[in-house]
Each structure stands twice: as structure tokens, then as C-alpha cells.
């Protein structure tokens, strides 16, 4: 009598000698054995991150619509307010950056486990990457070259910046 | 009619349930926070382009629809440290659906809070 075979989950996949390998026909094989620990350190990086977005996104929201007038009071002052202090640009740093890569780690998972071909997953995740690499740059800029007084071309403030008395 | 195995596949129950609230609602915060960043981005366009877009989320409607986000952010963080407790406490396991309780719990809770203040300032007006 041969035993079932069950194949693993892509998501969970084992190529090195490690125990479980033997479970996944060669055909199943998608990868030869170069990704080191890498899920590992994906599933761990999810647990550690999340620990920290839970404090950081909670102060967020708490700061920017449960305090004082809430979202009635959120404008390009309010930023400017908040951007000239680096405690809050080094928060909203760090809720970038981690969340922008647990959110990406979470969707690559996700096309893993529901994109069956090759190429489509091949083709979602470089969308995806390419995505978070913008949307991490983007923001990472916009909070370091901030500027509360903005001019336009000719040198004259633009309406609504905020600029020291002349 | 055939009848399902009992208690052997892992589906249905609230394992299943809150594997799937997790998942969808990481989906939706995930798509949100790209609109966010980019948002947020019009600062560095004038001022005038980041209130007027700010002014969008202040309406009644965009109120409702930031609760709703609230409602998954607060779901998938406090279901996200059930995941954490069911992976590194050792009794994590045995009690993850009194957690996915608690979580529910602690969840309605804070909405109850969240929506009576958020929805009465976007509502309110000035």
C-alpha cells in the first residue's frame, strides 16, 4: 500500500534537505534551495513589525482625528506643525517604512497562495515590488525635503505656506 | 447526503473565520495606505493641492468610509496580536478562540468610542 502524498503549501515550501523536503515531488519543486531562511525571517519580520504598526498607527489615528477639532483640523498647516518637529518625522518614517513592508510581504503572500501560474505570479509580485519601491521612495522624500514655505517659479510664496515675516 | 468529517479539516470554525477577517482587511489597509502616501504627497505640490484633496476625507460620506478603514485597522491589529500570542505563548494555541473572543470584544468597544467621536466631528462640522 503506498501512503498519500500531500503536497506542502507554496507558501510554507521546503527545498532544502531539511525535514518535509522529500514530501514535494520534484516537479513541484519551484525554487533550488538558494532561499536560505529568507520565510523565516519574512514570518518573524511580520510579528515583530505588526508589534510596533499597533503602537504607531494607533498614535496616528489618535493624533490626527480623536485630539482637539479631529480631521476638521488637518490641512497643509497642520503637516507643516507637526514635519517641524523630527519626533513626528522619524514616526511617520517608521510607519513608511514598516508598514509599507509588512503590507508587501502580506500581498506577496497572498498572490503565492492564489496565483497559480508562473508567470502570473512572477508578473504580480515585480507590479507589487515595483509599487512599494515608488510609494516607500515618495515618501521617505516628501518627509525629508518638506518645505512649510513653498515657492512658486518666480520666487513668490504660494498661497496657504507658512513663511518667516519679511 | 453526504455528511462532512467532523472536527478533522480546518475550516469553518473561527480559525478559519478570522484567518480569512485577517487577510481581507490587511488587503484593504494595504491599498488604502498607497492612495495615503500619495495623498499625503501633495505637500510638496503647493499647499493649496493638499487641503483641497484633505478637504475630500472631510466629507460625511469619506467619514463613513474612514470608519470603516478604522474598523479594519483595529480588527487586523488586535488580531494580529492574537497571532502573535497563539505563536509564541504556549497555551496560545488551546485558547485562540477565547482570544478571537476577546478580540471581537475589545474590537466593538473601541468602534462604539471611535465612531461616536470621529462621526460626530466629520458630521458636526464647525
Redesign the interface.
Known sequence: MTATQIQNPRSGQNSSGKPGAGLIAPKYRRTGGSRGNFEMAAWLFM?LS??V??VL??GH?FIN??AG????A????F?AGKWADPFWQFWDLAM?WL??LH??N??RT?INDYAEKDSTRFWLKTVLYA?TTV?II??T??IF???PC?LDASGVP????FCPAP | MPTKPAGTLYRGREGMWSWVGHRITGVVIFFFLLVHVLDTSLVRVSPEAYTAVIGAYKNPLMALGETGLVAAIVFHAFNGLRIIAVDFWKKGAKYQRQMLWTVLILWVIVMVGFSIRHLSLAFGGH
Open positions: 510579528r505588526g508589534v504598526l499597533v498607527i494607533f489615528l482625528l480623536l477639532e479631529g480631521i476638521q488637518i490641512d497643509f498647516g503637516v513608511l508598514a509599507m503590507g508587501t502580506g500581498v497572498i509599487a510609494i515618495l515618501g522624500l516628501v525635503t518638506f518645505n513653498p504660494l498661497p496657504g505656506g
